[in-house]
Structure formats: structure tokens, C-alpha cells
């Protein structure tokens, strides 16, 4: 067969072990289907040529991060190498032996943390930028000397266990923030060993290694904590909120926070939003990006007004709705106003992920579908918004129109 998108698209499924399919026009080229729905380019071939050349097979990289015009010219590049006398899956079984845990994780953070493996999206910067931050704080101090070959599920497990009882904790020096402080705990092991072994998927599609290792350890329940805020604790931040702002700063934090409630958007949707995501004729957000890629947040009356109130303040040539105090970037601040808030309105364990867990809480006390509390919040999985089921059949719901209203009246101004 002529591999293309096409054909290769149309494969059928893989029921057992793997399969091989070549390319017609390019002896040596194929693909490598396996059960689990991967596929992958692959070039093979005899070291000097001819039958009595030493057969090897090299992989050239994942069928969706590289295209078949991708992968074509780099297959012909290797079996013209291999016809000459060089032997690229020697020259891999030699990075393999050799490369270590720090080199694995630069070489991602160059190439692989780019893309969602997921969804196949571009990542954000602010993604990038975290993920990097965990590999850099959490897996190179322990690890980053080990030879990614020779580390198995155990040194995994030991890795989550230290970094589960705080062996990372620490405090760096930042360039941009001043100071940086490294927390460890169940949380962040759970967090850490993931996107390990996404690393690890990525060096196993590279051909770095055969099997991921991380595959199987044994994490703790996510660390997930559904925190709800009640119609008491709505009004006391509400009060807070309506306190003069003290400076530029809180006052654009004020109304982040405003528009978070208001839409049960993710932090990052409404920190990092661009006036052109912004559709009042229609009134919601189209994201161009997001945790789940591309998304639409529909916008109550309410969030409209805060985000009018913004435009009257934008110049004609502004890019952020939310502008950074400094530089040409957006608004960064929110955590250092969010801390202060939480603690004048008494509800000092409130994070601002909370904020999103309320909005879904009260939609579902409210008698709103589970479906549509995950449409607005962009949940790819019904399990995602299977969480709030509980809060359907509670006293809340008859109160919905209350409880809203109070909010409207308490947290709002002008709703």
C-alpha cells in the first residue's frame, strides 16, 4: 500500500501484538500498528546493503505528531545512510545506554511539551512554563543523573514516595519572582509522576526506550478536593470584594475573580484572556486555546457587564483584557490579591480552582443537567462532571432562585 493519511487513517484495528504495513513507492518505509491504537513510522533495513547486511529497524517518530510528508524524507535520509555503511539504530541503542533522566527531560522541554498528547493542541505558554518548573524542581534533583534505560517501576515508586514525604521542598531563587518555593506532598506527587510518564510515552515514541516504566505505579486519589463555597461564605467574599480597591493591582484581581464565579472558567481562560476571544455580540468567549483546546465559554449578564466595565477602560490597540501591571504580557498577580481576599472574608482555604467547583456545584443544586454544567465547563469526560451528581437531589435546588439571587445581590455589584 502507498502510505498517506488517507490509507493509513482507514487501517483496521489491531486485535493483538502489532502489525507492519509498507510503503509501496519506498522500500523500508512503513508503520507499526500496536494494540493499544498506536501507530508509528518506522525504517528498515541491511547495514552496507544487500542480503548480507545485518537487518535493523529504526523508528522515525508517531503517526499525528508527524505526517506522512514528515516522516517520508527522513526514512529516505536513514536508508541511504544505512546503504552507505551507517547504522542509525546503533547510533539510538547508544543514546539509549548512555542518556540520563536531565538530558531526556531538556530534550522535551524542547520538542515534546509542546503538544497535548491528549488532544494534540498546542500547549500555552503558562502549561509549558509549569510543566518544565516540575521536571526541573522535582525529577532532576532525584533522578536526573539515572540512565533512562536502566530505571525501572520500582525507582518510580521510590520517586513518588520521596517526593510524597517533601525530600524536594526547597526554596530557589527566581529570576522574575524573586524567590521559589518548591512544595512536595501527596499532590504534587501524583502531579509529578504523570507527567513523567508522559516524558517517558514521548521517549518510547522517539525510540529512546522499548516500554514506559511509569506505566502501573500506584498514585494517590488524584489529591482531588471538591471545596464548595456556601451562600455564606458567597456573601462574606462578596462584602470583601466590594471594599475599595487599595490599588490597580486588586482592583483587576477583583474583577478576575468576579468573572471566575460568574462563568466557572479555568484561571488561566479569564488571567490570559485577549479582547479578540471576546464576542459581545453574542455574549461568550471564544477561546482559541485551553486546557482542552479550542473552546466556547457562554457569558451571563452579569460577567457581560464586568467585562464592558474593562472595555471602557482598554485603549483601542490593547491586546489583554487584563493587561500586566509591567511589560507587554497579561495579568499575573492574582494569587498574591486572591491570598489577601480569602483571609479578610474568612475562607482562608478557599483556592481559586474553588471557584470553578462552586459554579458547577450550585448549576447542579439547581437542577441544571450534568450534560450542560459540562458543555459550559469544557469537560471532555462525563465523568469530569459526574462528580457534582450528588449536589443534584439536595434541598438546594428548590432554593436555586434564592440562593442566586443573593449572590446577584451580595457578591455583584449592579447585577
Do not use: C
Request: net charge positive; glycine share 12%.
Amino acid at each position: 500500500m502507498k502510505l498517506g493519511a488517507r490509507s493509513i487513517n482507514a487501517l483496521p484495528k489491531v486485535e493483538g501484538g502489532v502489525r507492519f504495513y509498507w510503503d509501496d513507492e519506498l522500500p523500508g518505509f512503513g508503520l507499526r500498528v500496536r494494540a493499544n491504537g498506536k501507530k508509528h513510522f518506522i525504517a528498515q533495513y541491511r547495514v552496507g546493503g544487500g542480503k548480507g547486511g545485518r537487518s535493523r529497524r529504526v523508528t522515525i517518530g508517531t503517526y499525528g505528531t508527524l505526517t506522512v510528508d514528515d516522516a517520508r524524507p527522513l526514512a529516505k535520509r536513514i536508508l541511504a545512510d544505512a546503504y552507505l555503511g551507517k547504522d542509525h539504530a546503533e547510533e539510538r541503542d547508544s543514546i539509549r545506554k548512555s542518556q540520563t533522566v536531565s538530558q531526556l527531560i531538556d530534550t522535551w522541554a524542547g520538542d515534546g511539551v509542546l503538544i497535548n498528547r491528549r488532544t494534540g493542541a498546542r500547549r500555552s505558554a503558562s502549561n509549558i512554563a509549569n510543566e518544565v518548573a516540575l521536571a526541573t524542581h522535582h525529577l532532576k534533583p532525584l533522578i536526573g543523573s539515572r540512565t533512562v534505560e536502566n530505571l525501572t517501576k520500582g525507582d518510580i515508586e521510590r520517586l513518588r514516595n520521596q517526593i510524597a514525604t517533601g525530600q524536594t521542598r526547597t526554596t530557589r531563587k527566581g529570576r522574575k519572582r524573586g524567590l521559589i518555593k518548591v512544595a512536595g506532598g501527596e499532590g504534587t506527587a501524583t502531579r509529578t509522576i504523570r507527567l513523567l510518564s508522559s516524558i517517558l510515552s514521548y521517549a518510547v515514541d522517539q525510540g529512546i526506550i522499548e516500554k514506559n516504566p511509569a506505566l502501573g505505579v500506584k498514585l494517590a486519589p488524584g489529591g482531588q478536593r471538591h471545596r464548595y463555597l456556601s451562600p455564606e461564605e458567597l456573601r462574606r467574599l462578596g462584602a470583601t470584594l466590594d471594599q475599595p480597591p487599595g490599588t490597580p493591582a486588586a482592583g483587576t484581581a477583583v474583577a478576575i475573580i468576579r468573572l471566575l464565579i460568574l462563568t466557572g472558567a479555568r484561571r488561566s481562560e479569564i488571567e490570559g484572556l485577549r479582547w479578540s476571544e471576546v464576542d459581545f455580540q453574542f455574549g461568550m468567549l471564544r477561546k482559541e486555546t485551553s486546557k482542552t483546546g479550542a473552546k466556547v465559554i457562554p457569558l451571563a449578564r452579569a460577567a457581560l457587564q464586568i467585562l464592558e466595565e474593562q472595555r471602557q477602560w482598554a485603549s483601542g490597540n490593547q491586546v489583554w483584557v487584563f493587561p500586566g501591571q509591567k511589560g507587554e504580557g497579561h495579568f499575573d498577580s492574582l494569587n498574591k490579591e486572591w491570598t489577601r481576599i480569602r483571609r479578610q472574608a474568612g475562607i482562608a482555604d478557599v483556592r481559586i480552582h474553588d471557584l470553578r467547583h462552586t459554579y458547577a456545584s450550585f448549576g447542579a443544586a439547581g437542577g441544571v443537567g450534568l450534560p450542560l454544567i459540562g458543555g459550559i465547563l469544557g469537560h471532555r469526560q462525563a465523568s469530569t462532571t459526574q462528580r457534582y451528581a450528588h449536589l443534584a437531589d439536595t434541598p438546594l435546588r428548590a432554593a436555586a432562585n434564592v440562593i442566586a439571587g443573593e449572590i446577584a445581590a451580595n457578591l455583584f455589584r449592579g447585577a
